[in-house]
């Protein structure tokens, strides 16, 4: 296996600091908005396969402490109190708390399992509790959870850690918040989605401005590092004009950063979306116009377009991390934490170690049926070829740095870049006549309508796309 390469890529500093506001063209944007990956990894979780087996990663593990790497854990609460009709993330519904000590037994089981292959010396950089909603734990649980995490892997109290939090402002408050930062956690996510009570009540998720209000107003004084505020476009009833006044407001705000997702209808795979009537979402014109609204008033704010959905002001880590060239992208989307192997606990959470992704089941009986049976509860995963090695690091600098240095791939992975990619490139001709690239020699750059399209950039260089169906994947715009 080649050594693994380096995330920084000196090409970093001069793309993410060229122009980010588009010279906006709708037919060129109709024209690319075709499905495709969101490569939060490479290859996609569609390559994962059953015949990888908790061994293989147990092998993984042992293999990484071999580079010293630091870690990042994430540790995945399925458990909501209330379902979203737009909700995509493995979930359960229910408000009977008492389901949470025996999962809170299995992660510990889990942890154990996993640590004894590690050299736990190694720094835990990063921590990131998703769901679900984590804040269904009540704040002795959380504690509970915290203590056996750094019994398990050594937490940090580095000033440089990044350890994040996704909260429900619906069901926590500035008690919540004192008890997080006393647990270690600096930086924390609001799930907000839009401030109109006319889309809140479509999606089920009643949430009036003040409760994200009071909780920012608590963490800023507080002195969390860094919040991010989610919102999403697309949603029923929304309109260029009512998602501009939801912008106005978390302006005001003044979060660090946004992330502003694009709404995948899918009913098909996830039910709670069977909730939401068709014909009450925005028409494809009507999400372009909330889409470009959303680009010029956060830029014109003084926010930094990291890519795809993700805006950060300039002194946050991802603005940084993105001008150093040492941006990341993993399964929580972007990150200033390069080059950590990542351990997924939890019920569906997926692990990033070494050369391998290994994923958890996604339903709870089988989740607690393997760790009661004593075994890491791997059920699917794959190790990485070579050449899906050099695709990832060039996919990955791509979707971070919005262009790629093939001299300097070259020169990583002791390759000749632009032969080994030829065929990429060919397919990326149309794109560059369409103006979605600039190339110059060894340097391909996107341009600003580029950026917006990105993930079709990526997938010229996707060698397992061919084989899947494009139908499992959202729209890129």
Known sequence: MPVHAPAVSPLA??????????????????????????????PTALSFHDQFTPGDLTQALERSNASQRSLSLYVHVPFCRKICFYCACNKIATKNTALTEPYLSRLDREMVLTARHLDTSRPVEQLHWGGGTPTFLSLNQMGDLIDRLDARFGLSSSADRDYAIEIDPREADVFTLRHLQSLGFNRISLGVQDLSPLVQKAINRIQPRVLTETLMEEAHRLGFRSLNLD?????????????????????????????????????????????INVDDLPGGEEKLAILRTTIEMLTAAG????????????????????????LQRNFQGYSSHAQCDLIGLGVSAISRIDDIYAQNPSDLASYE????????????????????????????????????????????????????????????????????????????????MGRLLIRHIAIAFDAHLPGQTEQRYSKIV
Not at 251 to 269: D, G, K, Q, T
Not at 317 to 322: C, G, V
Not at 408 to 424: E, G, K, L, M, V
Request: glycine content about 6%; proline content about 6%; overall charge negative.
């Open 231 to 275: 919102l999403i476009y697309g949603l029923p009833f929304q309109t260029e004009k009512s998602f501009a006044n939801t912008l106005r407001q978390v302006i005001e705000l003044n979060p660090a950063r946004l992330s502003v997702f694009n709404y995948a209808h899918m009913p098909e795979r996830f039910a709670p979306q069977r909730r």
């Open 13 to 42: 500093s001069s793309v993410a600091a060229a122009p980010v506001q588009p010279v906006w063209d709708e037919a060129l944007l109709r024209r690319y908005d075709t499905s495709g990956p969101r490569y939060t990894s490479y």
């Open 369 to 448: 049926a393997a760790l009661d049976q004593g075994q890491l509860a791997t059920v699917r995963g794959v190790r990485l070829s070579d050449d899906d090695l050099i695709r990832r690091d060039v996919i990955e600098r791509l979707m971070c740095d919005m262009g790629i240095d093939l001299a300097a791939i070259s020169q990583r992975w002791n390759i000749d870049a632009p032969r080994y990619f030829a065929p990429a490139l060919e397919r990326l001709q149309s794109a560059e006549n369409d103006g979605l690239l600039i190339r110059s020699g060894d340097q391909l750059n996107a341009t600003p």
């Open 303 to 326: 926010y930094v377009h990291i890519g795809m959905d993700h805006f950060a002001r300039p002194d946050d880590s991802l603005a940084i991390a993105q001008r150093e060239g040492s």
